[in-house]
């Protein structure tokens, strides 16, 4: 019985282990979540559907849809017990290679130099790249290898929980598995979630994916050391997100010349210092 979430998955004392076992468990979670409305753990899911005609005349059927349920109730036992150990949670989520892990060994160097202590639960499809990139002293690390899923759940969350000592953790990161549009549908229990886009994607991409930036706290525009030589329309990309998320924070930085990484570093700290004034 997993001591976190409850379920009967027997623990394993091997990464590798557990993550054959997550990538079986999880797929068919996963499978459950896409496929079908009358599944008994989705059964509160809401498949919304929204047809009218574009600017062009063209047909457009807009899907929504909001998976509640089992992963929220999961995601609420994970707030819990961040919430009962003090512990900041960000969840940084973006397409592939917008920045999230050069971010990440960036940061937990400054932050574990500034005397916080760090984790970090990044999650991927396959290999354990970003793990090893990511190993260094003050920093606990574990790698969540997703199989065929294409998003973190608070599921896999709290078997990584598992894995690493809590009580010896002020912030903790999730990189999200590369992907702009499942993650958004998944809370995974955090205090915030952040959502990535770098200069090389191109101005329209909150406009394209706008549910991941909508729920955003915090949005970064990475490598920023490359916009002029892109002719980036900085202007334009920060209007887009906020077009679609008004409320959220929109820092400027590049994890290769550290250029806007003293402003993320702060945000980063205030919300590590509101956890705590909140903790039980
Ligand atoms: N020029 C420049 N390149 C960067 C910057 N940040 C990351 N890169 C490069 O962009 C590529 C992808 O960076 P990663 O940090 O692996 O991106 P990621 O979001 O973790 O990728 P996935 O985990 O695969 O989704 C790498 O070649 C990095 O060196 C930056 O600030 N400036
Ligand atoms: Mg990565
Ligand atoms: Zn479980
Ligand atoms: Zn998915």
């Known amino acids: 019985m997993c001591g976190y979430c409850g379920c009967t998955t027997e623990s394993s004392s091997t990464q590798r282990d557990d993550n054959a076992r997550n990538e079986a ?4 979670s996963h499978t459950k979540a896409h496929s079908t409305r009358t599944d008994s753990e ?3 899911s809401e498949i919304a559907v929204h047809e009218h005609h574009g600017h062009g005349g063209e047909q457009v059927l807009e899907l929504s849809r909001h998976v509640l349920g089992e992963n929220t109730r999961l995601a ?3 707030r819990g017990i961040l919430l009962a150990k003090g512990v900041c949670a960000l969840n940084l989520v973006s397409s592939p290679g917008s920045g999230k892990t050069a971010l990440l060994e960036r940061s937990a160097r400054a932050l574990v130099e500034s005397g916080l202590r760090v984790g970090i639960l990044v999650g ?11 190993q ?3 920093v606990q690390v574990v790698q969540i290898t997703t199989g065929t899923v294409c998003h973190l759940d608070a599921h896999m969350i709290l078997h990584a929980f598992e894995h690493i000592d809590l009580n010896a953790v002020d912030v903790l990161f999730f990189e999200n598995v590369g992907n702009l549009v499942c993650p958004a549908s998944f809370d995974l229990g955090e205090d915030w979630r952040v959502v990535l886009t770098s200069v090389t994607e191109g101005e329209d991409k909150p406009h394209k994916y706008p549910t991941i930036f909508e729920g955003a706290h915090l949005a970064l525009i990475t490598k920023t050391d490359i916009a002029d030589v892109l002719e980036v329309d900085m202007p334009k990309l920060r209007g887009a997100i906020t077009d679609v998320a008004p409320g959220a924070e929109i820092l400027e930085l590049s994890s290769r010349d550290g250029s806007g990484m003293s402003d993320w570093f702060e945000r980063v700290r205030k919300a590590v210092e509101a956890k705590r004034a909140v903790a039980i």
């Open 25 to 28: 468990h999880h797929s068919r």
């Open 42 to 44: 989705y059964d509160r």
């Open 76 to 78: 609420e036992r994970v």
């Open 124 to 134: 991927d499809l396959a290999t354990d790249n970003d793990a090893k990139r990511l």
């Open 136 to 138: 260094q002293d003050g």
